[in-house]
C-alpha cells in the first residue's frame, strides 16, 4: 500500500508560477500510475494531469495543456506538476494519486485510483 504526500502549494499571483510535488512511500512506486487532481470550494474534484508508471505516457485536461506538465523520477518516489501562467479560478486543493497499471484511458476518472494523499493549498490570486 503506498503513501501520498503532496506540497509545494502556496499563494501565487495570477500569472505565477508554482511546482507541486508528490512524494510516495510504502509501496513499489515505479508500478503505479499517478494522477493530479483539484478541487475547489463548492465544485467536483477535477482531473488536471496523469503519468503512467514508466513515464512513458501523459495526459492532460484540455485547460492546462501548455501551461502545466507532468513528470516522475522514480528513484526518489516523487511526481512532479509544474504550472505556469496560473489564473485565480485554478485556486483549488490539489491532490495526487496512485493507481496499479491502469488503461490510460482511465486514468483521468477518479474512480479509478485507490491511494489519495491529504492534498496542498494553491491561491492564485488576481
Known amino acids: 500500500q503506498v503513501q501520498l504526500v503532496e506540497s509545494g502549494g502556496e499563494l501565487v499571483q495570477t500569472g505565477g508560477s508554482l511546482r507541486l510535488s508528490c512524494a510516495a512511500s510504502?509501496?513499489?512506486?515505479?508500478?503505479?500510475?499517478i494522477g493530479w487532481f483539484r478541487q475547489a470550494p463548492g465544485k467536483e474534484r477535477e482531473f488536471v494531469a496523469t503519468i503512467n508508471w514508466s513515464g512513458s505516457s501523459v495526459d492532460y485536461a484540455d485547460f492546462v495543456k501548455g501551461r502545466f506538465t507532468i513528470s516522475r523520477d522514480n528513484a526518489k518516489n516523487t511526481v512532479y506538476l509544474q504550472m505556469i501562467n496560473l489564473k485565480p479560478e485554478e485556486t483549488a486543493v490539489y491532490y495526487c494519486?496512485?493507481?496499479?497499471?491502469?488503461?490510460?484511458?482511465?486514468?483521468?476518472?477518479?474512480?479509478?485510483?485507490?491511494?489519495w494523499g491529504q492534498g496542498t493549498q494553491v491561491t492564485v490570486t488576481s
Open positions: 494519486a496512485a493507481t496499479l497499471y491502469s488503461p490510460l484511458a482511465s486514468l483521468g476518472h477518479t474512480q479509478t485510483y485507490s491511494y
Open positions: 510504502g509501496g513499489t512506486f515505479g508500478r503505479y500510475d
